[in-house]
């Protein structure tokens, strides 16, 4: 516990206060001196040599780099040699801002050269990958930490992004918050990789690793749940105070307070929250070095308490002086970062605390620039909105459009020591900012804004504006990264809705088709037959197979949808039937499935057979009718569906076979494909089949089936330990029960999770080599692994 901020929090606050009111005031003085124009003026003179490039006449004007997407950027900036400046600048910036390094050290551009270098060698190979190997896609992510031996924390990592993004309500922005997280995760795993070293023995390194990634998450967890909760309308009055000193009460007494009677409408939210919160409060405690422990709380009461008292601000109150308006900001830019730093346990190079400390302001200004907007639409006080609606009224107010230029000028010149590199690159962060926002405005709003935040000095500004229009070679990869996830983020959720209504409507479809009609001409035991066949087909079952097929049927090859019900249907009648007899007593006596009593339970184990039986003939049957498409084909189809059907019987025997015994994984896998793996290759290979495709592609797709099968399986045996019954619609703890191998008895459940997901990144490879154009079979992957039933 911090006794100093237990028993005197103000004073705390005070004493931050004051180190942030000296800074405002040397930044004021500098201002009012108007020494950042002249000086900037000469910095800009010499920068802009390498950033205006006269073209001739007739020559063709490069295009913007970033205006074709994200891997035709990175593609376009290595055919035309930029890639490695674009790549220097970058990752420069990034320990400028995320590290607190200083860029004139040896030490520091040895590093950032070897990241240029690495991160160059991924992005090429990405980029004549086709374009589809995603930086910070999940498998992409994974195959990172099985090379860091940190497998089961990104599977935790992802998990938890999951959660997160369950727990977000709306009115708030779920893709937003789960981008915030993962770069705050990817700034303390730098944090952490840049106080290893590179001799550090590979167990350690993953125990660092592993350490840093819980802790970012558990950071992190601070903005949306805290920062951008309390940003947002979704807590109202007496529910933000409440939540608001339930925050004041874990900093300054250093533990999370039980949360009792809760006076409001999300009581169910907020005990979420709470719930997550309080579990990463722990582990960041429990992670603090003792000597650190206190400057960590104390920086968490100064961002927190800052950021309370600029939401307190009204936008309507004239009477705001500029150091209430600047003081807030210089101590929660500042402090975010130093609380971030004092999470990891490691050693901090000179000068830091004062480079982090005067740095902050400089990413605040920019970031309330460029949100200004957007803060004025929801009533926020930021510099800027507030000097937007009372420069006119309030000539004493600081335009902090020039105070920017004053921190960039201050920050190069007094805190760098006038660093060459550094100059270069902030000069080129903020121009790049307002090309951005020029971008994003439109010409007409961006000339207004920059009328209205005019520094003044008129030759200046004409020539940041002149920079503007003109200076190239500014952009940087964080921020196509940035746009890129945020698109990405935006496409995915698109098609997985459009993936999710495409699944209601087919299993509506399937479901209207499957019933098996009576003539009125069957014996008792016929009725009774097909009466349990169709109870077995009414159950709630999630159809993914038809589904699939259709998918690939419609969407990849073209075909009719009407014309390959048959199909559709005889692959449920398959699945059911081997379901019938899955549940037998003979073999795994089960009582419930699809959320009712299994056929042998309500009918008979002699109806149950013959209901199996018969399901498997209707399905030849069906499969048979299948007469708008060239009868050899047709031939084909139904060859491969009897192989298919026979292969599952000879894996069904194998796991009745197993029964008692320990299998090897070889053994296991060979079982699994016979059992699961070989259904989805049907559902593939049907379709195409049909649709007359060569066997070479047929063999891409059993490849990309035989992984999406297994990790199915895995899932499978996972939620057999992990599921309940209501979510799964059958008991729980079964293949315990009957004594069976499963991935999970052979693995553990951590290996059992691990092999799912190296089954799914193989999958999703052999799925990007194919090429294909439709995105389903992706979510279908995603879902796999993903599901709760």
């Known amino acids: 516990m911090n006794v100093r901020l237990r028993e005197n929090a103000d004073a705390v606050y005070q004493l931050a206060e004051k180190k942030a009111s000296e800074y405002f005031a040397t930044l004021s003085g500098q201002l ?90 991924h992005l090429i190979h990405s980029s004549k990958n086709g374009g589809k190997a995603e930086l910070f896609s999940m498998a992409g992510l994974y195959r990172w930490a099985q090379k860091e031996g940190v497998e089961t924390t990104i599977i935790w990592l992802l998990n938890k992004l999951k959660l997160v993004s369950s727990i977000i309500p709306e009115g708030m922005d779920a893709d937003e918050a789960k981008r915030k997280l993962i770069k705050i ?34 950071y992190g967890l601070t903005y949306p749940f805290i920062d ?34 809760w006076a409001g409408e999300n009581e169910e939210l907020i005990r979420s929250i709470h719930s997550e919160l309080r579990d990463a409060f722990a582990y960041i405690e429990g992670q603090l070095r003792q000597e650190t422990k206190a400057d960590f709380l104390e920086q968490s009461y100064v961002f927190f308490h800052s950021q309370e008292v600029d939401r307190e601000k009204d936008l309507l109150d ?124 439109g010409d007409d709003k961006y000339n207004e804004v920059m009328q209205v935040f ?11 504006q002149k920079m503007v229009r003109k200076a190239d070679d500014v952009e940087f990869f964080d921020k196509l990264l940035r746009d890129h ?16 209504e495409t699944i209601d409507t087919v299993r509506g479809q399937i479901n209207a088709a499957l019933h098996i009609p009576e003539d009125g001409s069957e014996s008792y035991l016929e009725e009774a037959v097909i009466e349990a066949a169709n109870y077995s087909l009414q159950g709630d079952g999630k159809r993914l197979r038809p589904i699939m097929t259709w998918v ?65 003939q209707k399905a030849v049957e069906e499969q048979a009718s299948l007469d708008e498409f ?77 992984h999406a099968g297994i990790a199915f399986q895995i899932k499978d045996d996972l939620l057999d330990i992990e599921g309940d019954m209501d979510s799964l619609g059958k008991p729980t703890g079964k293949d315990a029960e009957n004594n069976h191998s499963t991935f999970v008895s052979v693995l553990g459940a951590d290996g059992a999770r691990k092999a799912m997901w190296d089954h799914y990144c193989t999958a999703m490879e052999l799925l990007q080599q194919m090429k294909y154009k439709t995105t389903y079979l992706e979510h279908f992957l995603s879902y796999i692994i993903n599901r709760d039933n």
């Open 32 to 121: 009012a001196n108007q020494i950042y124009a002249t000086t900037l003026t000469k910095d800009i003179q010499a920068w802009k040599q390498n950033h205006i490039h006269h073209y001739p006449l007739f020559s063709r004007r490069r295009r913007k780099s970033n205006s074709h997407g994200y891997h035709s950027t990175i593609q376009w900036l290595n055919s035309s040699g930029k890639l490695d400046s674009y790549l220097d600048r970058s990752i420069s910036y990034i320990f400028l801002r995320d590290l607190g390094k200083s860029l004139n050290s040896q030490q520091t551009q040895n590093r950032v050269q070897l990241i240029v270098d690495n991160l160059k060698e």
């Open 185 to 218: 995760v990817t700034g303390v795993v730098l944090h952490q990789i840049e106080g290893m070293g590179e001799e550090i023995p590979d167990e350690e390194r993953a125990r660092r690793l592993d350490e840093a990634i819980r802790l970012g998450y558990s």
């Open 228 to 261: 951008d909760l309390l940003d947002s309308d979704v807590l109202f009055g007496e529910e933000k105070r409440q939540y608001s000193d339930l925050i004041r009460t874990t900093l300054v007494t250093g533990c999370v307070p039980e949360l009792e009677n």
């Open 318 to 441: 004239a009477t705001y002086t500029n150091e209430e308006l600047y003081i807030p900001v210089i101590l929660k830019s500042a402090s975010s970062r130093l609380m971030a730093r004092s999470v990891l346990s490691v050693e901090e190079d000179d000068g830091f605390d004062k480079r982090t400390f005067f740095y902050g302001i400089y990413n605040q200004l920019a970031d309330d620039f460029a949100d200004m907007f957007d803060d004025l639409e929801a009533g926020a006080v930021t510099p800027y909105t507030y000097y937007m609606k009372y420069q006119t009224t309030r000539p004493d107010l600081i335009n902090p459009f020039a105070l920017y230029w004053t921190v960039i000028c201050h920050l190069i010149h007094n805190v760098y020591d006038s660093d060459k590199k550094t100059c270069d690159v902030m000069l080129n962060r903020a121009v790049n900012g307002l090309k951005r926002f020029k971008e994003r405005m």
């Open 454 to 464: 005019a520094t003044g000095q008129s030759a200046f500004d004409q020539l940041i």
């Open 485 to 500: 996830m945020i698109a990405n983020f935006k496409a995915k959720d698109q098609e997985r809705e459009a993936f999710l």
């Open 552 to 616: 690939m049927g419609v969407h990849e090859y073209g075909l009719n949808p009407s014309a390959i019900m048959p199909l559709l249907k005889s692959l449920e009648y398959m699945h059911t039937a081997s379901l019938i007899f899955d549940d037998l007593p003979s073999q795994d006596n089960s009582s419930f499935r699809r959320g009712r009593p299994t056929v042998h339970h309500v009918y008979n184990t002699a109806v149950a057979e013959l209901s199996g039986l018969y399901l498997s």
């Open 630 to 706: 060239d009868s050899q084909a047709v031939l084909l189809l139904i060859r491969y569906s009897a192989g298919v059907t026979t292969e599952m019987c000879k894996g069904q025997a194998m796991d009745l076979n197993s029964k008692g015994k320990q299998l090897t994984l070889d053994q296991l896998h060979t079982m699994c494909f016979y059992k699961t793996g070989l259904a989805f290759e049907a559902t593939l290979v049907m379709p195409a089949i049909l649709a007359g495709r060569q066997v070479a592609e047929l063999e891409k797709l059993k490849r990309f089936a035989y």
